[in-house]
């Protein structure tokens, strides 16, 4: 694969150092170089033009997201990827709308950050990530036990036709788009949530 | 100045009312009057003088076109007028029935007590004053026609000699009696009245700087609670944020076990920091406003528990700040409220823009509460909220039927924009 020049803006300094460390350690990727805030930022994308760019959202002098349309300007080919404290699909919606690729949070782990980046930098968008609801989850689980609608809702005292709407929305919001991709999503996180 | 002689502005359908008591007071004073002064006649062969009936029934009577005009009244000012106009009548009447009472005997003075009471009370200085010197002008101007033979002297009463053709003892009358006791009289309501007034005008303020000081605590509150959430996720959170990349990028050195461990913790630190922070105030609430928020809220309710929650709310532009935090605080308390205590599958939650008002509504279909049980601390404390800014929480329910809590904030919405 071809390397990946990404650029860092975080005003948190531990964060931009973990941030450097942490991408270093892939080969794939070269960071070319890291700003401060956003008027650093803008000038970075301008002198570097990095294919990738991880803008953090909350910023002194110019925030992430006031800042998207000028390293567009001083870089146009960067692809930005939003840096947020706040994982909340209302800020994912609200960087997508501003022209950036993507939210990730910067609590995401190292191997979902590469992805991301890797997805970014191919010209692919994030798509906002909405929780699953706790019923969703219960169905999403029962899934993975390998029941059928009509089991799962008699054990949950719901209709199975509710059971379907619920399979749905968690696909839709898994970006998953088979009933077996769902159960296969369910068999994977299903220790994870007995775990919880 | 308030039409209430010295006391503070008072606003018209008070006045009225008080005005409307008044009337009504006398019409059952007179009314009983006539009724009793009828059983008298009619049974006993006391020689009344029939004017002396028939005046008080004029007086009884007069009080049903001033009622109406009292109550046509659209302005304070004429109102007023009205009134004194009111009294300006009654003192022409009293001073007939002080003449059929011998009125320059003195007693004729008692008459007119109340009247100059109630004007000096309820009127503004210039009417009441005018209405006394109008009482006193009347008095004099009957025991002088007395005095001169203009009009007979007529009395109820025994009276040894005829003091009424008493130069000195008129002029005592008129001096003494009316003039003394009529302008002391009318002075010392309207002094009472203006220690009154100056008492209440105190406790009003009093009590606006009281609302104002709750108002800048609340302010003051939000802020705190701002800046303690943002420090918690900014800084708290961020070095969290910063010890975890830091771990990933010891992966290569550390047991993969051990760096899932420790990795999961920081995680369960920041789900911590996070809910915390969340909490005490989303930063989304800033950031991007209510509407936002709410679907974030009912997210997060959702995630949490089984709780089914619906929106329904039109996109709008961005509502004062203030109002968007008290609005966001009534919708979590109350389903917070309805998670804890309702027994509840579903929760509606809509807001609405009302001409002049905001309204969130919260509905669930639990198990209801009787609404005179004691409220929550939460609640009472949204409704205090609520309030201080004109706004209003009603709170409906009943036993086995869901509950509703409804929170108006008034706020003026652009009409063009709500189609």
Known sequence: ?196 | MGSFGEMEVRRLPELKAIILRTILARRITLGLFAVIALIVKLTSNISYLNPLFYSPLVWFLITFPFQYLVQRQKRERALNWVHAGFFVAEIIIISFFVHLMGGSEWIGISFYLFTVIYANFFLPRLQGYLITGLVIGLYSLLVLLEYIGAIPHRSLFVIVGEPYRSLSYNLTTILAGAVGIYATLAYTVRSFTRIYASKNRALANRELQLANLSKQLLVAQEEERRRIARQLHDKLGQSLAAIKLHLASLRAYLPEEEEGEISQIIDRAITETRTLAYSIRPPLLDDLGLAPSLRRLAEMTETASLLQVSLHMREKPRLPEAIESLLFSAAQEAIENVRKHAHAKHVNVTLRYETGKVVLSVEDDGIGFRPRDPQGLGLQGLRERVELVGGQVLISSTPGNGSQVRVEVPHETDSRSDS
């Open chain 1, 1 to 196: 694969m071809k390397q990946i020049r990404v650029a860092i803006a975080d005003d948190h300094t531990l964060v931009r150092a973990g941030l450097v460390r942490l991408l270093s350690s892939y080969p794939v990727i070269k960071v070319v170089g890291t700003a401060k805030d956003g008027a650093a930022a803008i000038k970075l994308a301008k002198d570097e033009q990095p294919a990738v760019f991880l803008l953090d959202m909350a910023m002194p002098q110019l925030n992430g997201l006031a800042a998207i349309p000028y390293v567009k300007t001083a870089s146009p080919k960067t692809r930005i990827l939003m840096l947020s404290m706040y994982d909340e699909a209302e800020y994912a919606q609200v960087a997508l709308e501003k022209g950036a690729a993507g939210l990730v949070s910067k609590t995401i782990s190292a191997d979902d950050l590469y992805a991301a980046i890797v997805d970014v930098a191919q010209g692919k968008c994030l798509s906002v990530k909405k929780p699953l609801t706790a019923r969703e989850r219960e169905v999403v689980a029962l899934l993975a036990d390998g029941k059928t609608n009509d089991q799962i809702g008699s054990s949950l005292g719901i209709s199975t036709k509710t059971v379907g709407h619920h399979c749905q929305r968690a696909m839709e919001k898994l970006d998953i788009h088979t009933r077996v991709g769902l159960i296969s999503y369910a068999g994977r996180t299903a220790g994870l949530n007995r775990n919880n």
